[in-house]
């Protein structure tokens, strides 16, 4: 399974757990612990120890994605479902836990009501906004943990340098030297005199 979906696969069980038990809080109250235990809910309890393995398997595959880009700088890009798609997927696969929960509870557990009465009597309409609650606090989580380890990438993700543009370096021409003209009797010959035969 990739490290991206570990996360929310593994507050799933949690997130039902929690809609569960906030679906007989807000129905009964104070009540709500013993309704839970006069109507068979008392293996919940029994399964706490491993619901909480399952979140820290997820938050340890949260922890090594965010190991992995801290080292290497490649990660999430951030983006994936948005969050209203992930509240809503959340929110209705919560409910229809509930749902199959309830129901295979009114078929198995001892004084709890069957059928829709044990889904929906009772204060059992809570479920719906306590699935959408608890739908929504897993997407930020799931969402939220995309986001931080995309940061993260991006934090030892090297710059790229942006390069300095200097002017362009003009050819230097050597300056124009004018040599001076000579007079033509002006040479190293020009200071003798003539050869003594010549003259008479």
Sequence with gaps: MSHRRLLGVALFPLGVFA???????????PD???ELAAQGHGYLLELM?????AVAVGFGGLLAR????????VGDDGRGRRLVWLWALASTGLWG???GQEFFEGLLATGHPQGLDGILGDGGLWSLPASIAVGGVLALVVRGSRKLV??????RR????????????RAVRPACVALPRLAPMAGASAGRAPPTGAVQ
């Design 97 to 99: 836990m509930y749902v």
């Design 49 to 53: 120890p491993w619901i909480m393995l």
């Design 19 to 29: 809609v569960h038990q906030l679906r007989y809080l807000l129905a009964f109250g």
């Design 158 to 169: 090297p710059r790229a340098r942006t390069p300095v543009r200097r002017a362009p370096r």
């Design 32 to 34: 709500a612990p013993h």
């Design 150 to 155: 995309a940061r993260v990438a991006r934090l």
């Design 66 to 73: 965010l190991a992995h880009a801290w080292l290497s700088g």
